[in-house]
């Protein structure tokens, strides 16, 4: 009786959960885990960066820099200087508030614990050609604090037929 018992029992453990009854097999699998911690801010910071860059970019509204961005913020785009006042100096210097308010193509939107990442594209602006931007954002006590960001023209001369986004 105990080799049958020893016997049934490795064939179980062997096969899997599998060979049992699915009632037992049901209760067996562990529960699944609760919705993490990580996951809901990541989820909040990709929404704050979406809101801003709406605000700031596509709306016009130079007072999304005071609601989104930290005092504090990091620029590492080697033409603009950290800080508040200078995204809303960069703006203005862009001309960005003289043309027309517009629903921002994002592309592609990531976002992973701090660090949120879009992709868009900035149509023809008169003489500026198309643009394909990649922006990295690091968000902070509800705030965006750091930035990072890639930007290439669509060329007019392409080698193939797809597009860069």
């Known amino acids: 009786m105990i080799k049958t018992r020893t ?3 490795s064939l179980v453990l062997a096969l899997g959960a599998t060979t049992l009854p699915a009632a037992q097999a049901a ?16 989820a909040a910071n990709k929404a704050l960066v979406l809101n801003a860059y709406q605000a700031l970019f596509g709306d016009h509204d130079l007072g999304a820099v005071d609601r989104y961005w930290a005092k504090d913020y990091i620029q590492h785009n080697p033409y603009m200087a950290d ?5 809303k ?3 203005e210097e862009l001309g960005l508030l003289q043309g027309p308010k517009f629903k921002v193509e ?4 990531a976002a992973e614990g701090d660090l949120v990442f879009v992709q868009t594209r900035q149509p023809k602006m008169g003489a500026n050609p ?3 931007i990649v922006d990295i954002f690091r968000v902070a006590n509800g ?3 750091e930035h990072w960001d890639v930007m290439q023209a669509v060329p007019a001369d ?5 597009p860069m986004y």
Do not use: C, Y
């Not at 994002?106 to 939107?109: A, E, H």
């Not at 392409?158 to 797809?162: A, D, I, L, M, W």
């Open 7 to 9: 016997l049934a029992l």
């Open 27 to 42: 209760e067996a699998q562990p529960a699944a885990p609760a919705k993490s911690h990580v996951h809901d801010t990541a």
């Open 83 to 87: 800080g508040t006042e200078a995204v």
């Open 89 to 91: 100096q960069f703006v």
């Open 106 to 109: 994002f592309l592609r939107v």
């Open 130 to 132: 198309e643009m394909v």
């Open 143 to 145: 705030k965006i604090a």
């Open 158 to 162: 392409k080698v193939n037929p797809r």
